[in-house]
């Protein structure tokens, strides 16, 4: 069974730092590429990056590019969103999710990262 | 940047057909898929490539797509099909979801 789970979300100041983490098992990790989507509260759903299966290709959304940094440890199984900067309109649940032949198909229960003073 | 419409409400009665629609100019080349979500959880596929199906997705979820407009078509629609639909899509700018569509089944 596919199992994505999210962790590393809380409180954090305006301008502060949080990494993400994303744990998967149940299947290959190495295989596949990877993204993080986040829900800003009463909102929609908001692509943030993308990373392919090796970590040699990178996308991020305009959003977040220059603050955050999306990366792997295929070793580990794990997925990783180092956040920096962070504005109050980063507010969101955070989901990781898997990727196949271009659209997420599993993904995480989300972490819920809050920036308030 | 590229952009998804969707209306951002759709309301029908039990057992009716209820239409969700996403428009955008890359639809003609890339493909649509739906993403279903209930209040407090995560996103679920439904539908994948315009028009496939995911396993374990009821029959009554289809898609279709034709031009800058992709479909949803949930027919005979019940109670528990009320949730949040995104349309999902790609371009050469990056990935993109609609704003959603938050259908009512009453």
């Known amino acids: 069974e596919v199992q994505l789970v999210e962790s590393g979300g809380g409180l954090v100041q305006p301008g502060g730092s949080l990494r993400l983490s994303c744990a998967a098992s149940?299947?290959?990790?190495?295989?596949?590429?990877m993204n993080w989507v986040r829900q800003a509260p009463g909102k929609g759903l908001e692509w943030v990056s993308y990373i392919s299966s090796s970590g040699s290709t990178i996308y991020y959304a305009d959003s977040v590019k220059g603050r955050f940094t999306i990366s792997r440890d295929n070793a580990k199984n794990s997925l990783y969103l180092q956040m920096n900067s962070l504005r109050a309109e980063d507010t969101a649940v955070y989901y990781c999710?898997?990727?196949?032949?271009?659209?997420?198909?599993?993904w995480g229960q989300g972490t819920l990262v809050t920036v308030s003073s | 940047s590229y952009e998804l419409t969707q209306p951002p409400s759709v309301s029908v009665s039990p057992g009716q057909t209820a239409r969700i629609t996403c428009s955008g100019d890359a639809l003609p080349k890339k493909y649509a898929y739906w993403y279903q979500q209930k209040s407090g959880q995560a996103p679920v596929l439904v539908i994948y490539e315009d028009s496939k199906r995911p396993s374990g997705i009821p029959e009554r979820f289809s898609g279709s797509s034709s031009g800058t407009m992709a479909t949803l078509t949930i027919s005979g629609a019940q109670v528990e099909d009320e949730a949040d639909y995104y349309c999902y899509s790609t371009d050469s700018s990056g990935n993109q979801f609609g704003g959603g569509t938050k259908l009512t089944v009453l």
């Open positions: 999710a898997r990727e196949d032949s271009n659209y997420p198909d599993y």
């Open positions: 149940g299947f290959t990790f190495s295989s596949y590429e």
